[in-house]
């Protein structure tokens, strides 16, 4: 009872900062309790020996990212459904730092570079961390090189990551850093097109030619959605791919409910889950009986997006397994026509 009840004060005096960088309006959106949070299996496997695992990561020309965390926490938990679904951010932190989670009010024992021992309570103590997320980047020797207490929205929390990949705190402040490269936000919102149908009729029998359904998993915070929509999707080559399919749209963190093509009764988040839809945007084909035929959820030129269109469209799947030997024949295909091929734009 009285760790709660101290616990609800650190909360109250340091919210401020935890939720610095937040539109007015999503406080209350974000504020929910989200329980125990399911954090991504590519984080660090650690005996929790600090000095170790530093020493590990400059091996591989990384540095090591404490995450500080608890259960309930709603800023922990829109760092990993937000910031780790953008598969950007989930590259470069994969090769640039090794991330190792501590629950902040945890019972493992946690081993300082001194060789001291104690509990990941008393290490949360022992680093000053007063509320979650906090994250500590360490240089090689230990120290702090970035400390970022708080939710850092994406492009802020990207900018971070660069900052110390760089060794960035031998030349100026992260604040100096950041003011200088400062990057483009997302827009912060789902984009509607007129050729996006609306999610009741999800579960009909497909009325496109082809038979296919494409369902275009997103979120609000997500550039390469925002470049999806106002680029690629304009392009005609697009449009004309596009007129093959029944196209719907889901927010993949969304409690809207929904009847999935296979007939089950679920809000976005759950079939979303269902389906482990881990970036955005991800690109998911079905055919006339709901079956997943084909994914596409990395980063896609316009090219390669018109190419995974057609693959589907035209059945070419079922007789060709390998896409990018697809790809090359349609490309070359296309040059034989006297038409421009860039796979790069």
Same mark, same amino acid.
Request: hydrophobic share 40%; glycine share 4%; net charge negative.
């Given at each position: 009872?009285?760790?709660?009840?101290?616990?609800?004060?650190?909360?109250?005096?340091?919210?401020?900062?935890?939720?610095?960088?937040?539109?007015?309006?999503?406080?209350?959106?974000?504020?929910?309790?989200?329980?125990?949070?399911?954090?991504?299996?590519?984080?660090?496997?650690?005996?929790?020996?600090?000095?170790?695992?530093?020493? %590990?990561?400059?091996?591989?020309?990384?540095?090591? =990212?404490?995450?500080?965390?608890?259960?309930?926490?709603?800023?922990?938990?829109?760092?990993?459904?937000?910031?780790?679904?953008?598969?950007?951010?989930?590259?470069?932190?994969?090769?640039?730092?090794?991330?190792?989670?501590?629950?902040?009010?945890?019972?493992?024992?946690?081993?300082?570079?001194?060789?001291?021992?104690?509990?990941?309570?008393?290490?949360?103590?022992?680093?000053?961390?007063?509320?979650?997320?906090?994250?500590?980047?360490?240089?090689?020797?230990?120290?702090?090189?970035?400390?970022?207490?708080?939710?850092?929205?994406?492009?802020?929390?990207?900018?971070?990551?660069?900052?110390?990949?760089?060794?960035?705190?031998?030349?100026?402040?992260?604040?100096?850093?950041? @003011?200088?490269?400062?990057?483009?936000?997302?827009?912060?919102?789902?984009?509607?097109?007129?050729?996006?149908?609306?999610?009741?009729?999800?579960?009909?029998?497909?009325?496109?030619?082809?038979?296919?359904?494409?369902?275009?998993? %997103? @979120?609000?915070?997500?550039?390469?959605?925002?470049?999806?929509?106002?680029?690629?999707?304009?392009?005609? %080559?697009?449009?004309?791919?596009?007129?093959?399919?029944?196209?719907?749209?889901?927010?993949?963190?969304?409690?809207?409910?929904?009847?999935?093509?296979?007939?089950?009764?679920?809000?976005?988040?759950?079939?979303?889950?269902?389906?482990?839809?881990?970036?955005?945007?991800?690109?998911?084909?079905?055919?006339?009986?709901?079956? %997943?035929?084909?994914?596409?959820?990395?980063?896609?030129?316009?090219?390669?997006?018109?190419?995974? =269109?057609?693959?589907?469209?035209?059945?070419?799947?079922?007789?060709?397994?390998?896409? @990018?030997?697809?790809?090359?024949?349609?490309?070359?295909?296309?040059?034989?026509?006297?038409?421009?091929?860039? =796979?790069?734009?």
């Amino acid at each position: 009872m009285l760790r709660k009840g101290l616990l609800a004060l650190i909360l109250l005096a340091v919210l401020p900062a935890a939720v610095a960088g937040l539109k007015e309006g999503e406080l209350n959106e974000d504020m929910t309790n989200p329980g125990s949070i399911e954090l991504p299996s590519w984080f660090k496997n650690s005996f929790m020996d600090i000095a170790e695992d530093i020493a %590990e990561a400059t091996v591989e020309n990384k540095r090591l =990212l404490l995450y500080f965390h608890q259960d309930g926490c709603p800023y922990c938990k829109k760092l990993i459904e937000v910031n780790f679904t953008r598969q950007d951010i989930v590259d470069t932190a994969r090769a640039t730092v090794d991330i190792l989670a501590i629950n902040m009010w945890g019972d493992r024992e946690v081993t300082w570079l001194d060789g001291e021992t104690m509990s990941e309570k008393a290490f949360a103590k022992k680093m000053r961390v007063m509320f979650t997320p906090t994250m500590l980047f360490l240089d090689e020797q230990g120290k702090v090189a970035l400390r970022v207490n708080g939710y850092y929205k994406p492009a802020k929390f990207k900018a971070a990551l660069a900052y110390v990949a760089q060794h960035g705190e031998k030349k100026e402040r992260f604040a100096e850093y950041y @003011q200088r490269v400062k990057p483009v936000p997302a827009s912060g919102k789902l984009h509607r097109e007129a050729f996006i149908l609306p999610l009741n009729q999800l579960a009909a029998a497909p009325r496109s030619s082809s038979g296919y359904r494409l369902v275009l998993f %997103e @979120q609000k915070q997500c550039p390469n959605c925002d470049e999806l929509h106002s680029d690629i999707f304009k392009r005609p %080559e697009t449009r004309e791919q596009l007129e093959r399919f029944d196209v719907f749209q889901v927010d993949m963190w969304s409690d809207e409910k929904l009847k999935t093509p296979g007939g089950e009764s679920l809000s976005a988040r759950q079939w979303a889950k269902e389906l482990d839809i881990n970036y955005a945007p991800s690109l998911v084909f079905l055919d006339r009986s709901g079956n %997943e035929v084909f994914r596409a959820e990395a980063y896609l030129k316009a090219f390669h997006l018109q190419s995974i =269109l057609d693959y589907v469209a035209s059945g070419a799947y079922l007789d060709e397994p390998e896409f @990018q030997r697809y790809i090359d024949v349609r490309a070359d295909r296309l040059r034989e026509q006297g038409k421009s091929v860039d =796979l790069m734009k």
